[in-house]
């Protein structure tokens, strides 16, 4: 899992200290500012984060948004809190090279398959959601498929006419990741903290 925490600066912990000793219901205080961490994360991968998203990778995703494709990031972001701690994160395999940067290889083949278009998103959307298995469903529904040294290409089962060779998917060997960290304490969170206690001390 990868996730950010409010606690280990001292001078937060001294602060947060003071204030744990005047909330009624730190727990409770602890989880409101879950709650919201949570919600200023997800507003902040739905707004997208620099750097933008390279020319191939905007040519599958029907949006420009960087961390923004299937919802499965910005869904699974979540908290957990305790009486003087609250962390928020994700536990998405894929989460920590996108919030660090880094680069991908190809595990089980020789080199990586990236869609090439959106076309090829809607294929793997009907044949299969990797590579793999889209090629496979897109065999055993007729189609020729055949690899060059850069690309995936596939022929569909000609029906009237003649049926074009198309590009499915780019070959690459490997596949550089730029940080986009949307876990982090920075003004937003800081804000939400200040307002979080004057609420909670309010409170009789």
Known sequence: MIKAELKGDKE??????KVLTKVKKPEKFMESLGRRFVSITQKRID????????????AWKKNDLTLRDTGRLVASIDY???????AWGTNLEYAP???LGGEIKAKNAKK???PAGWHTRRLMRKYGETPKKCI????QAGWKIWFTDKAIMGQPPRKRGKAEPMVLFIRKERVEIPAR???RF???EEKAVYAEIQRWLALK
């Open 12 to 17: 937060a912990e001294s602060f947060l200290t």
């Open 80 to 86: 957990l809190a305790g009486r003087d701690f609250v």
């Open 112 to 114: 990586l398959a990236i």
């Open 181 to 183: 960290p949307f876990l």
């Open 47 to 58: 707004e997208g984060i620099e750097p933008p998203n390279a020319p191939l990778t905007r």
């Open 136 to 139: 496979e469903g897109l065999k």
């Open 186 to 188: 920075e003004e937003p």
């Open 97 to 99: 090279v996108q919030q």
